[in-house]
């Protein structure tokens, strides 16, 4: 079956491209050498998508049409015309030109960087598309569903975005994103859900984290496996995301801990530890509220969770996300006398970690893959358990 879109209606993107990242308030510039140019400039004509040689060509005006259906295609800005790295020495001196503070030039540079591997991927035959699903009344309280044709998916990607609390987007307008996380998903058997929520300030604590749940429960109620029993689902949130979907998953003051449970729960690139970093990057979601950042001790209520954890952070992602990934596996450690899974994504800085999944440079998307499968073995693992009668 071929990729089929239906529309409901088309949601707002506002704040598609968040002016600030969650850790770009006090992101420094790192002086770095700029990247040596080795990328070849290729001669003009028509060329297949791949040439054999492994490296992706640039795509034909008729892949561009078909992407710029769904709003996937880059705006101007060249984002397209771009040669992409030829090898992951290229990416990584790429990234690192780029530089570790976050900002709008950051944001549109990381965005571009990857856009033309999507743009030359594999064409969406097998995968059906649900743009613009409403899951509540807001604007905002909207998703997108990437859907496996044929037989009922072996489970649920639940992907929760970031923006710093106050803008992203579930599908970014102009870009491959998120959707390319959606097609991962599908690819791989899963259902994959792009879910967008409200927005600080307009949105504070816990209105996010009860977004999460109103997807969830739409997922639950309307995803079913073949024989009719749930689905096992994975919850996926990003940089300020991960703190949404920590706590729809693990609770908070006046947010109840989410039951029944997650089957797995991945974060990247999130916060953990509140007070560490800082009321003031926080103040947008949680207002001047320095008590609940005190009382919320995320950290330890992730640590002492028994859903199965991953933590994920970039190569070259914001110091402050390298402090977070660290102080979350060492708090989970300590509690529970082994190391959480986890993955160091290569070449990866705070939105090429996610841009990169489902290109030839997806360094987490195999991680992730091999965490959800084994979430999904021991929870049936689980079951047949609990069904074998007592000797």
């Known amino acids: ?33 700029r990247a040596r140019s080795a990328r070849r400039r290729r001669p003009r004509g028509r060329r297949r998508p791949d040439a054999g040689d492994g490296r992706a060509r640039r795509p034909q005006p008729a892949q561009l049409r ?18 992409p ?25 990381s965005a ?11 064409d969406d035959s097998g995968i059906v598309v649900e743009l613009d699903q409403p899951y509540g009344e807001h604007p905002e309280q909207a998703l997108d569903l990437f859907l496996p044709a044929g037989p009922a998916p072996r489970g649920v990607v639940l ?53 999460v749940a109103l997807a969830v429960e739409w997922c639950r109620s309307r995803l079913r496996a073949a024989d009719g029993g749930p689905l096992p689902l994975h919850l996926l949130g990003n940089s300020s995301g991960a703190v949404h979907a920590a706590a729809y998953a693990v609770g908070g003051p006046g947010h109840a801990a989410a039951e029944p449970a997650p089957a797995s729960l991945a974060l990247i690139s999130g916060i953990y530890d509140l ?71 290569r070449a990866a800085n705070h939105f090429t970690i996610v841009h990169a999944i489902g290109t ?7 991680a992730l893959e091999r965490f959800f499968s084994a979430a999904e073995a021991t929870r049936r693992a689980h079951a047949c358990s609990a069904r074998s009668p007592v000797s």
């Open 1 to 33: 079956m071929g990729l089929r879109h239906r529309r409901r209606r088309r949601g707002p993107h506002a704040g598609d491209l968040a002016a600030e990242g969650l850790h770009g308030q006090r992101a420094r510039l790192v002086p770095l050498a």
């Open 112 to 122: 571009e960087l990857l856009a033309p591997l999507h743009e030359t991927a594999d």
């Open 159 to 211: 992907f929760v975005h970031g923006g710093a609390f106050v803008g992203g987007a579930r599908r970014r307008t102009g870009t491959p994103y998120h959707s390319n996380i959606g097609r991962w998903a599908a690819r791989r058997g899963w259902a994959g859900v792009l879910a967008g929520h409200r927005l600080a300030p307009a949105a504070q604590w816990p209105s996010a984290a009860h977004d």
């Open 360 to 366: 030839r440079f997806d360094d987490l998307g195999p």
């Open 275 to 345: 007070p560490a970093f800082g009321e003031e990057r926080l103040r947008p979601y949680f207002g001047s509220r320095p008590e609940l950042i005190e009382e919320w001790r995320l950290l330890e209520l992730l640590a002492g969770s028994e859903i199965p954890l991953l933590f994920a952070a970039g190569e070259y992602d914001t110091p402050d996300s390298h402090e977070q990934f660290l102080a979350a596996l060492g708090a989970c450690t300590r509690t529970r006398g082994t190391l959480p899974a986890c993955a160091r994504a």
């Open 85 to 109: 790295p030829g090898d992951w020495e290229e990416l990584a001196a790429a990234v690192q030109a780029i530089g570790p503070a976050v900002g709008a030039e950051t944001i549109r540079r």
């Open 66 to 83: 078909r992407r710029g259906r769904e709003g996937d295609r880059m705006g101007a800005g060249g984002g397209l015309n771009a040669a």
